[in-house]
């Protein structure tokens, strides 16, 4: 049989993260081991009974048979709006702002097939979410990192940024609630942000899939929400988290009508939209009551404090959880995250997420995520307390 090359575009992909990570979790769940994973971002509770029904409904709609119209229902686009609306006051045109993706994953890859050429430069948080540095690759441009540290609340400092870089940059992707620290973002950071994009030409992209997942009373802030911000760049929002839909990969980006364009575009040739069912259950979700998210909302909140106070307890060195379902923690000393992680695997059966995947300033922590029952997460904070007596 023949082994054919794959191009350079598949070539200069990295590794994926937690596909990597995924393997390693189901070979020790394959020896029997009494495993709590807390290394993955999937959420853990059914979609919205009510969401359900809609798709169920919608799947007999013989117009759902069909072919959608290329570029996704006008009514979910008006959803959208509506959602925008009732949620953060933006105003936001359907017909030209509002871009229907396969999940934010496929959208954030596409971006930087949309407007990176050869030697752009992207930047990226670090730790940041690995998908950004698919998509950079994919599209041949240059990938700079931004160092997120913790005495910045986990905010790029654009003052470090190399005025060069700044000047050949295309895109700049930021992402708060943030994934892997749970810091989010606050009015002064976005308003720099915009700045920094009209002085240099780039295009902001804002990664809200924990839009709906702020505690202690702070509703996490839309880039959109910012005047100006349409201006400069898109925000893109997921289904996946909000409504505990991350397996019907649906999400919208929103806002500057060039990126909403260039992204229709693209998948016109990628595509001919979702299934319509999908859509309409979607619309449903952003349009009915939202109770269902605020229960989850503050189910995670609950889970947040018990294993902050748990973990804390255990002589742990936590970060402020503001937002998202992370928890992003001090490897202890004379650990790195990665033998940090594996330790706790080996010794405990608790399956962590090292920092280091999310980029080199990931390198000293771990992420923890709360997609587990409070009971699973009482267990995980035994076992942490276990490990600490232990080391
Ligand atoms: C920061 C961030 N962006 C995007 C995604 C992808 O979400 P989707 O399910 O819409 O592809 C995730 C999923 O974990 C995420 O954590």
């Not at 911000?229 to 806002?255: C, H, L, P, Q």
Request: hydrophobic letters at 35%; a negative charge; proline letters at 6%.
């Amino acid at each position: 049989m023949k082994e054919f090359q794959p191009s350079d575009a598949i070539k200069r992909l990295p590794d994926q993260f937690f596909a990597t990570l995924v393997n390693k979790l189901n070979t020790y769940q394959q020896k029997g081991h009494d495993l709590i994973n807390l290394g993955q971002g999937n959420p853990d509770q059914p979609t919205p009974d009510h969401i359900v029904k809609s798709l169920q409904k919608a799947a007999e709609n013989p117009i759902n048979h069909k072919y959608p119209p290329f570029q996704g229902f006008d009514h979910l686009k008006e959803a959208v709006a509506t959602f925008y609306k009732r949620e953060y006051d933006v105003d936001i045109d359907p017909s030209s702002e509002v871009s229907i993706l396969f999940g934010s994953k496929a959208g954030l890859v596409e971006l930087n097939q949309c407007f990176l050429n050869p030697g752009d430069i992207a930047l990226v948080p670090d730790p940041g979410y690995p998908d950004y540095w698919s998509g950079v690759a994919l599209a041949e441009g240059v990938m700079e990192p931004m160092p997120l540290r913790e005495e910045n609340g986990f905010l790029p400092d654009y003052n470090e940024i190399d005025p060069d870089v700044l000047a050949k940059a295309k895109l700049l992707f930021l992402n708060y609630p943030n994934n892997p620290t749970g810091a989010v973002a606050n009015p002064e950071f976005f308003e720099e942000t915009i700045q920094l994009a009209n002085q240099n030409d780039f295009c902001v992209v804002h990664d809200f899939a924990y839009g709906a997942i702020g505690f202690d009373g702070q509703k996490p802030l839309s880039f959109l929400q910012m005047p100006g911000a349409k201006d400069v760049g898109v925000e893109i929002y997921t289904m996946s988290k909000t409504y505990n839909m991350a397996g019907w990969r649906i999400a919208f980006a929103v806002g500057n009508k060039s990126v909403v364009k260039a992204l229709d575009v693209i998948q016109d040739h990628y595509y001919c939209s979702l299934f319509g069912a999908v859509q309409d259950a979607a619309a449903t979700a952003l349009l009915d009551s939202q109770q269902c998210v605020e229960d989850l909302r503050a189910a995670y909140e609950q889970r947040r404090n018990l294993l902050e106070e748990g973990l804390k307890d255990a002589g742990y060195e936590t970060t402020p959880c503001k937002g998202s379902f992370f928890m992003w923690l001090k490897a202890p000393e004379g650990f790195t995250s990665e033998s940090f992680a594996d330790a706790l695997l080996k010794e405990t059966g608790l399956f962590v997420a090292p920092g280091i995947g999310f980029g080199t300033y990931g390198e000293s922590y771990v992420r923890i995520g709360l997609n587990n029952s409070e009971e699973k997460l009482k267990d995980a904070i035994s076992r942490f307390k276990q490990f600490k007596s232990n080391h």
